[in-house]
């Protein structure tokens, strides 16, 4: 197992001029766990797609490394499993053939027939796999939304409203998620949900002056 | 980038458009409609070659305009594009995106050039097809390498209908005179030598465009 490791340092992000946050630093090993809350519209969510490297930073530096050696924040992207509002599965396609293609396209050669078919059955989908993603309910979606993000067992596990349309049981599921991860691997969680803040250690409250 | 990932991502597309129709049914439609009123306007009329040369290429400039821009968009309206950018490299993207606007494009000019032949049978004649041939191949790999990169710019903005052909025209433009001079000499029978500079235009054309747009494609896709 890999082991991941992350540095934030002095990170502000602004959009047209208009400063989200400005100054965060973060540090971050294998194993720790961080949760990411604050206001409304206080950046949690550009705050986490600057940490999965799909953002740049404004000002400030973002640097990942695997088993101690530095890595390009674009290589890191394998590493990570991402669950956010922002990202959606292919409507159009099954919820298997989503893992599926989506699989092929990382060539993960790790990820085979099991592999997602236990991915579906832990997340409570595999009854539904033949099934159009455009008839799953958002509930549903969500579920294949974690199927995807664990599929490959990241290194980094980052959830942006994580419980977000879920039931009951689709919370246990995340719990269920949760736990797996803080056992191999780094979780980050951004959420404005006490009940979900306190599956992390470590706090960021954005909003503030300096973080 | 990997070929196995690149060909995964134009299976992924390929497949998707036949489904959805995306981008076939807009073009299908454009090519019908668009020939069948040059063919109204011109019924009585025997238009010159490089009059035939222009309308073919109008045709397919415009469906192309209609068409290609949705591998972009269609990714973006449906909130796809951050389940791309975590699971492709941005060359990744970029030449799976190509291959299948090459492969639309050429399509598409293969559909205009039936229709043509078959609605202008006497005055649409290829008499050289060797520069023919080679005027729709290097043609549709300008059009795509062109398009690929001006429809992922089009994809981030709010404006797309109307960004996408104003944006397209200025940088088409020579590529447009080019195809239209090499095919109307194709259908005056000129020799193939005949036609060369304009081959060597448009591959000095693809490749700046295809080198530029693969430079300047991961600041597009990342932000």
């Given at each position: 197992?890999?082991?991941?490791?992350?540095?934030l340092?002095?990170?502000?992000k602004?959009?047209?001029?208009?400063?989200?946050f400005?100054?965060v630093?973060?540090?971050?090993?294998?194993?720790?766990?961080l949760a990411i809350?604050g206001?409304?519209?206080?950046g949690k969510s550009t705050l986490v797609k600057i940490l999965c490297g799909l953002l740049?930073?404004?000002?400030?530096?973002?640097?990942?490394?695997?088993?101690?050696?530095?890595?390009?924040?674009?290589?890191?992207?394998?590493?990570i499993?991402l669950v956010s509002p922002y990202l959606?599965?292919?409507?159009?396609?099954?919820?298997?053939?989503?893992?599926?293609?989506?699989?092929?396209?990382?060539?993960?050669?790790?990820?085979?027939?099991?592999?997602?078919?236990?991915?579906?059955?832990?997340?409570?989908?595999?009854?539904?796999?033949?099934?159009?993603?455009?008839?799953?309910?958002?509930?549903?979606?969500?579920?294949?939304?974690?199927?995807?993000?664990?599929?490959?067992?990241?290194?980094v596990l980052v959830l942006d409203e994580p419980?977000?349309?879920?039931?009951?049981?689709?919370?246990?599921?995340?719990?269920?998620?949760?736990?797996?991860?803080?056992?191999?691997?780094?979780?980050i969680v951004a959420t404005?949900?006490?009940?979900?803040?306190?599956?992390?250690?470590?706090?960021v409250?954005l909003?503030?002056?300096?973080? | 980038?990997?070929?196995?990932?690149?060909?995964?991502?134009?299976?992924?597309?390929?497949?998707?458009?036949?489904?959805?129709?995306?981008?076939?049914?807009?073009?299908?439609?454009?090519?019908?409609?668009?020939?069948?009123?040059?063919?109204?306007?011109?019924?009585?009329?025997?238009?010159?070659?490089?009059?035939?040369?222009?309308?073919?290429?109008?045709?397919?400039?415009?469906?192309?305009?209609?068409?290609?821009?949705?591998?972009?968009?269609?990714?973006?309206?449906?909130?796809?594009?951050m389940?791309?950018?975590l699971?492709?490299?941005?060359?990744?993207?970029?030449?799976?995106?190509?291959?299948?606007?090459?492969?639309?494009?050429?399509?598409?000019?293969?559909?205009?050039?039936?229709?043509?032949?078959?609605?202008?049978?006497?005055?649409?004649?290829?008499?050289?097809?060797?520069?023919?041939?080679?005027?729709?191949?290097?043609?549709?790999?300008?059009?795509?390498?062109?398009?690929?990169?001006?429809?992922?710019?089009?994809?981030?903005?709010?404006?797309?209908?109307?960004?996408?052909?104003?944006?397209?025209?200025?940088?088409?433009?020579?590529?447009?005179?080019?195809?239209?001079?090499?095919?109307?000499?194709?259908?005056?029978?000129?020799?193939?030598?005949?036609?060369?500079?304009?081959?060597?235009?448009?591959?000095?054309?693809?490749?700046?465009?295809?080198?530029?747009?693969?430079?300047?494609?991961?600041?597009?896709?990342?932000?």
């Amino acid at each position: 197992m890999t082991s991941v490791s992350l540095k934030l340092d002095g990170v502000s992000k602004e959009f047209n001029r208009r400063l989200i946050f400005r100054d965060v630093s973060i540090s971050l090993q294998g194993g720790d766990t961080l949760a990411i809350t604050g206001r409304n519209g206080s950046g949690k969510s550009t705050l986490v797609k600057i940490l999965c490297g799909l953002l740049s930073p404004t000002r400030g530096t973002l640097m990942y490394a695997l088993d101690g050696k530095d890595i390009e924040v674009d290589a890191i992207k394998d590493h990570i499993g991402l669950v956010s509002p922002y990202l959606q599965m292919y409507d159009e396609f099954t919820g298997l053939e989503n893992l599926e293609v989506l699989s092929r396209i990382r060539a993960d050669r790790n990820i085979t027939g099991e592999t997602i078919a236990e991915a579906l059955k832990n997340v409570g989908l595999w009854d539904r796999r033949n099934d159009f993603v455009r008839t799953y309910s958002s509930g549903m979606k969500q579920r294949l939304k974690y199927a995807f993000a664990v599929l490959h067992r990241p290194g980094v596990l980052v959830l942006d409203e994580p419980t977000s349309n879920l039931d009951a049981d689709g919370i246990a599921m995340v719990e269920r998620c949760v736990r797996e991860q803080r056992s191999h691997g780094m979780l980050i969680v951004a959420t404005n949900d006490a009940d979900e803040a306190i599956w992390c250690s470590q706090r960021v409250v954005l909003g503030d002056e300096k973080v | 980038m990997s070929a196995s990932s690149t060909f995964a991502l134009v299976r992924k597309d390929v497949h998707s458009e036949l489904r959805t129709r995306y981008a076939l049914n807009a073009l299908i439609m454009f090519v019908v409609v668009a020939v069948a009123t040059i063919l109204f306007a011109l019924r009585s009329d025997q238009p010159t070659s490089s009059v035939l040369a222009g309308l073919y290429w109008v045709v397919v400039f415009f469906t192309a305009m209609s068409g290609l821009s949705r591998t972009f968009v269609s990714e973006e309206e449906r909130g796809t594009t951050m389940t791309l950018q975590l699971v492709a490299t941005p060359s990744t993207v970029y030449f799976a995106k190509l291959i299948v606007n090459t492969a639309l494009t050429f399509s598409l000019t293969i559909a205009v050039t039936v229709l043509y032949m078959t609605v202008f049978s006497d005055s649409f004649v290829i008499q050289t097809m060797s520069t023919f041939l080679v005027t729709v191949i290097l043609g549709s790999l300008g059009f795509a390498s062109a398009s690929t990169i001006i429809a992922a710019i089009v994809a981030k903005a709010n404006t797309r209908a109307t960004l996408y052909p104003v944006l397209s025209f200025p940088i088409l433009v020579v590529l447009l005179m080019t195809v239209m001079s090499a095919t109307t000499k194709a259908l005056d029978g000129e020799p193939f030598e005949g036609a060369l500079g304009d081959f060597q235009i448009l591959a000095g054309y693809i490749l700046a465009m295809t080198g530029g747009s693969y430079l300047l494609f991961e600041y597009v896709w990342k932000e």
